[in-house]
């Protein structure tokens, strides 16, 4: 059984930072892909941003400048740098994976972290 568990999520003003964390655990033998992905109210979820397993990246073009996706494969983690945050990032941010067991690779979801710009 693998988890993913989001944390990091909070209230920010315009203008400001968070930093996303997303860490997996179960029976992993390795992680390949991993991302993150928005969800606005209404609206569909969208990709942020991925990162492979050697390391490239890809962004949303809404969000290129302003965010950094990186990852700890000591800590089977992926996260997120937030910067120069805007009212429309307001949303849930999900974590997803494909994660290798000794038995398949399959895609992982997280449960998502509230992330909210206002002021």
């Known amino acids: 059984q693998v988890q993913l568990v989001e944390s990091g999520g909070g209230l920010v003003q315009p203008g400001g930072s968070l930093r996303l964390s997303c860490a997996a655990s179960?029976?992993?033998?390795?992680?390949?892909?991993m991302g993150w992905y928005r969800q606005a109210p209404g609206k569909q979820r969208d990709l942020v941003a991925t990162?492979?397993?050697?390391?490239?990246?890809n962004y949303a073009g809404s969000v290129k400048g302003r965010f950094t996706i990186s990852r700890d494969d000591a800590k089977n983690t992926v996260y997120l740098q937030m910067n120069s945050l805007k009212p429309e990032d307001t949303a849930v941010y999900y974590c997803?994976?494909?994660?290798?067991?000794?038995?398949?690779?399959?895609?992982?979801w997280g449960q998502g972290t509230q992330v909210t710009v206002s002021s």
């Open positions: 997803n994976a494909w994660v290798a067991t000794i038995r398949k690779t399959s895609n992982y």
């Open positions: 179960g029976t992993i033998f390795s992680i390949n892909d």
């Open positions: 990162i492979t397993s050697g390391g490239s990246t």
